[in-house]
């Protein structure tokens, strides 16, 4: 099994939550919607790309399955504060056993699955479902991480030590950091066609508006990871903080910037499909 590292406390829905400010918007141009789709989105976490979606497909409908209690007392928090309770079902159900009702089944024009498959022992048991949910002809849009498309500029060594430890944590903690590049042998395998790819860009030069909340989130998501990392490299926290410092300092740089690419793929289920 894998173990969620990020964590589903206040601070961390927080986080969460900018970045999908950031990413959704970005998502959503690369899909071209009618307006009377509906739509499956599996991981749906806080909800925010679920209800930016919904707003999209005014004639259409947009059920979000989220796994985590948590996040999904957040997700349905979040609605009402914005008076948008009835604009997205949401579940409670795992991308293994899609709570769908009888009916569902192959109905669903749009899947989405973002951020989730890193998460996954079994991410093709996920694709499975999806393709399942959906009627010939429907698509698949996939967005997840290849940590290795993770750049800043100037370098610096800290980053340069510190990032690959974090990545070896994620995989300890049975999560894939690198499932982005997997995409196409997962929509294969599971018998879609179509296939595209494309990335979607996550970052900013440090004189753009967005350049402090991707840097925090560097800083922050390596913090989180502070024990494992000192683990790997057999360092002590006052190394750990050194490192952390350089790049704190890098990140008041004029000429800093954040480089890093989501991965992204499409499929579509052949109108000869299985269910």
């Known amino acids: ?6 964590g589903t406390n206040k601070s961390e829905q927080e986080r969460l939550a900018k970045l999908n400010f950031l990413l959704n918007q970005r998502s959503l141009e690369k899909i071209v ?13 806080l909800g925010i790309f679920s209800r930016m979606l919904a707003h999209q497909v005014p004639d259409g409908e947009v059920v979000g399955i989220e796994k985590s209690e948590d996040q999904l007392n957040a997700c349905r928090q979040m609605a009402a504060d914005d008076d948008e309770t009835e604009l997205v079902d949401f579940r409670e159900g795992s991308a293994y056993s899609l709570p769908l009702h009888k009916g569902e089944k192959g109905s ?6 973002r951020f989730l498959l890193e998460h996954l022992d079994s991410p093709d048991r996920a694709v499975d479902q999806a393709f399942r949910a959906l009627k ?8 997840d991480d290849d940590h290795a498309n993770f750049r800043i500029s100037p370098e610096v060594p800290a980053f340069d030590l510190l990032w690959p430890a974090y990545c070896q944590v994620y995989e300890d903690a049975g999560n894939d950091p690198y499932i982005g590049r997997r995409f196409v ?9 179509k296939i595209e790819i494309d990335f979607i860009l996550f970052g900013a030069a440090r004189q753009q508006e967005d350049f402090s909340v991707y840097a925090s989130n560097l800083v922050d998501i390596i913090s989180q990871a502070r024990t494992g990392i000192g683990q ?13 410092g350089d790049i704190l300092e890098w990140s008041t740089r004029p000429d800093a ?3 890093y ?3 992204w793929a499409k499929g579509v289920k052949p109108l000869s499909g299985h269910s």
């Open 1 to 6: 099994m894998t173990q969620y590292i990020h």
């Open 33 to 45: 919607l009618e307006g009377w789709e509906r739509c499956l989105d599996i991981g749906s976490g």
């Open 108 to 113: 669903f024009d749009i899947v989405f699955i």
């Open 136 to 143: 010939e002809g429907g698509r698949i849009y996939l967005i």
């Open 185 to 193: 042998s997962l929509l294969h395998e599971a018998d879609f066609e």
């Open 232 to 244: 790997v490299l057999g360092i002590t926290d006052v190394k750990f903080d050194e490192y952390l």
């Open 257 to 259: 910037a954040l480089w």
């Open 261 to 263: 690419f989501a991965n």
